[in-house]
């Protein structure tokens, strides 16, 4: 991806919270509905290692403790993702 600057980043996964009227996400193409990026349960969106979250995914649900909440989940979907297995974020009591 460039920048205005004439930079450049690259990433495997990108998690995008701060809405969906923003060049970066017109120049991805993810699959929208509306002013929403469509997105699974874990922030999945159309295209690989996209994720969205908060208000990017839910306008109507715009609440801090739901987007931390959203964003943790596609952390972890992340995370498996990149250790092969099932990830939680609590540890079990023996």
């Known amino acids: 991806m460039s920048t205005p600057d004439g930079g450049s980043h690259e990433?495997?996964?990108?998690?995008?919270?701060?809405?969906?009227?923003?060049q970066l996400v017109d120049d991805l193409g993810p699959e929208m509905d509306g002013d929403e990026m469509k997105a699974d349960r874990d922030g999945r969106t159309s295209v690989d290692g996209l994720y969205a979250?908060?208000?990017?995914?839910r306008r109507d649900k715009i609440r801090a403790i739901i987007s931390a909440g959203e964003g943790a989940e596609a952390a972890l979907?992340?995370?498996?993702?990149?250790?092969?297995?099932?990830?939680?974020d609590f540890d079990v009591l023996e």
Do not use: C, F
């Not at 990433?11 to 923003?22: E, F, N, P, Q, R």
């Not at 979250?53 to 995914?57: I, L, P, R």
């Not at 979907?77 to 939680?88: F, P, R, T, V, Y």
């Open 77 to 88: 979907d992340i995370l498996s993702a990149e250790a092969g297995k099932d990830l939680h």
């Open 53 to 57: 979250v908060g208000w990017t995914a």
């Open 11 to 22: 990433a495997d996964y990108l998690i995008i919270a701060t809405g969906s009227k923003v």
